[in-house]
């Protein structure tokens, strides 16, 4: 996945509500990012479950180190 | 992290921290919609939010004039009470107190207003007029309701009493609460698990009327000591107030229902008081447990360190909060 895809691709979804209340149903890691990949796909984002995981270890890290 | 254009509508989204970019700050934004903010802090609500992988990795993210334009559109419910507070001694029971009517959405040291509130600490030049509108802006934002609530009451942190000429300027109308208590109780408190204030280097040590180079010479009980008397004296220069309370800890919960209700004009039905004291029976930061007010808990062995220190920097300023309370049932003890 290149860093355009994942950044295109979360611009897309913070400017479609429905797809937010989409994925907003799905709170178990595994079926989320099956999820995101099948809908990036759709939108032209070439994404993989494997990207969704570093994307979710990054923004946890990112929170965690908001303080440091 | 993009920038939100400025068309986007930021309804169900709630600021959730201030980052600071090449010298600006820039808000994160959380979809909370149908998120209830009833934890006993803000920032437990949040970290609640961020376990949905979704609230996790979508989040918008504007600069503070966003949150402006935000809330011009969207104003938010009317700060009805704003609590202060030397630390550990019952905030946390209040705010919960207050939770406990269903139409009182209750925030609970939120970062991003202790952020827009330190906004000084990254641009020194800073307006007042620009950090009262951030303020406002900020309140604003966070204060949206899930709907069905009408009234707005922040809990600030500890320190935040240092900035209320901001507060008070930026909201001149809304009644506020000073809640304080015996100097060696909070010290003991402290001395167990030490809150971010009271740990030098973690806030400026001239917040509290101190240089660096004093602080980092000082045992840290006394550092202690002194920052929460600063807190206290800058309280008491509101003395004067009409719309403060001074409250003491030992007159809780029974001050919440004869002063504070009338004072703020809360009107509780039957339920909402028995919710009320439902709430004040728990422990405020544990919901799960009872309070335990047991004496010789709360006090339990300070050392003479904890003893000097208290009657050094912390007693004096006590016995004035002490002069200026509210009495519970009846007007202010001055």
Same mark, same amino acid.
């Given at each position: ?15 479609? *509500? ?32 494997? /990207? ?17 | ?5 400025? $068309?986007? /509508?930021?309804? %169900? ?14 808000? /994160? ?57 030397? #630390? ?26 202790? #952020? ?7 641009? *020194? ?14 309140? %604003? ?23 209320? *000429? ?12 000073? +809640?304080?208590? /015996? ?10 698990? +030490? ?5 030098? %280097? ?33 309280? +008491?220069?509101?003395?004067? $107030? ?26 509780? #039905? ?21 309070? $335990?007010? #047991? ?40």
């Amino acid at each position: 996945m290149s860093a355009d895809a994942w950044a295109g691709f979360r611009r897309a979804v913070l400017a479609n *509500p429905a797809l937010q209340q989409e994925l907003l149903g799905v709170f178990e890691p595994v079926p989320f990012a099956a999820l995101v990949v099948e809908r990036a796909g759709a939108l032209g984002f070439d994404i993989g479950p494997d /990207d969704v995981e570093h994307a979710l270890a990054a923004s946890r890290r990112a929170w965690i180190e908001r303080w440091i | 992290m993009d920038l939100t254009a400025a $068309d986007v /509508d930021l309804r %169900g989204w709630t600021p959730i921290r201030v980052a600071w970019r090449d010298g600006r700050p820039l808000v /994160d934004w959380c979809h909370t919609e149908g998120v209830e903010f009833t934890d006993p802090f803000f920032g437990e609500t949040v970290q609640r939010c961020l376990r949905h992988p979704f609230r996790l990795l979508f989040r918008h993210e504007t600069t503070i004039e966003g949150v402006g334009r935000h809330v011009a559109e969207h104003p938010g419910l009317p700060p009805a009470g704003f609590i202060f507070h030397m #630390s550990r001694c019952g905030s946390t029971l209040v705010s919960q107190m207050l939770a406990a009517m269903p139409e009182h959405l209750v925030l609970s040291e939120p970062g991003p207003v202790d #952020s827009v509130l330190r906004a000084r600490e990254m641009l *020194p030049d800073l307006a007042d007029d620009a950090r009262c509108d951030w303020l406002r802006w900020m309140i %604003g934002a966070l204060g949206q309701g899930n709907g069905g609530q009408t009234r707005l009451f922040v809990k600030f942190d500890a320190w935040s009493a240092t900035e209320l *000429p901001l507060v008070r300027r930026a909201f001149p109308d809304v009644p506020w609460l000073f +809640l304080f208590r /015996d100097p060696v109780e909070v010290l003991v408190s402290q001395s167990r698990q +030490l809150g971010a204030h009271v740990i030098p %280097g973690v806030l400026p040590a001239e917040t509290f009327g101190m240089s660096p180079a004093t602080a980092a010479g000082m045992p840290l009980v006394d550092y202690s000591a002194r920052v929460l008397a600063h807190i206290c004296e800058a309280a +008491l220069e509101w003395e004067d $107030d009409p719309l403060a309370t001074f409250a003491d800890y030992a007159d809780l919960p029974e001050l919440v229902f004869s002063d504070l209700v009338p004072a703020w004009s809360l009107t509780p #039905s039957e339920p909402d008081l028995a919710r009320m004291a439902d709430a004040a029976g728990r422990d405020a930061k544990n919901p799960f447990v009872a309070f $335990d007010r #047991s004496e010789a808990r709360r006090r339990a062995a300070p050392s003479p360190a904890v003893e000097a220190a208290a009657e050094q920097w912390l007693r004096p300023v006590y016995e004035r909060l002490r002069s200026a309370r509210t009495v519970v049932g009846g007007a202010r003890g001055h």
